[in-house]
């Protein structure tokens, strides 16, 4: 059972991403608390929808393995281009790095850290942001993928995998 509709519904649902990262960035919203979770019902959107359609080529002939599989594949792709996107992001767009920057500094003082630890935490940022990217891009992937899974219809006279 070969399919490549994560490609496509994983791609879609990056540029969504991307292009709804843009307009927040452009009406200045970037840092309000909605705008970092609007990615999240974009993945939720797309790796659901992508699981129903999957379930659909496959003539509803499918697991809830196979489905779950094909949820994650789903998130790994969308995961690979909103990594990239990002560190584009803020390569162009320098004053996002700073303004992170500033309130990370902010914060830190007024829990009485140091200014080396200061320092040394803003010369992480592009790492942190990575991996606070991949945590949370895949864990709620994950999520999405198992609740796609459930929500594809599935024939219930397909037989279980012999193991």
């Known amino acids: 059972m070969t399919s490549k509709n ?7 649902t990056g540029v969504v991403m991307i292009v709804i990262t843009i307009i927040c960035y452009l009406l200045g919203v970037i840092q309000h608390e909605w705008a970092q979770y609007a990615p999240l ?27 779950f599989s094909n949820g994650f594949k789903t998130v790994a792709v969308i995961t690979l281009i909103f990594v990239i996107f990002a560190l584009i992001f803020i390569t162009i767009f320098p004053d996002i790095k700073a303004q992170a920057m500033a ?11 140091s200014a080396e630890a200061i320092a040394a935490a803003q010369g ?11 945590y949370g891009i895949l864990s709620f992937g994950i999520v999405a993928a198992l609740i796609g899974a459930l929500v594809a219809k599935k024939n219930t006279n397909t037989p279980s995998p012999k193991l």
Request: glycine letters at 8%; hydrophobic letters at 45%; proline letters at 0%.
């Open 124 to 134: 992480k940022y592009t790492v942190v942001m990575i991996g606070k990217l991949l």
């Open 103 to 113: 309130n990370i500094a902010l914060e830190m003082q007024n829990q009485g850290q």
């Open 41 to 67: 019902a974009i993945i939720l959107g797309g790796v659901i929808l992508s699981c129903i359609n999957f379930s659909k080529i496959h003539r509803r002939e499918v697991t809830f393995s196979t489905t």
């Open 6 to 12: 994560h490609l496509i519904y994983g791609a879609t």
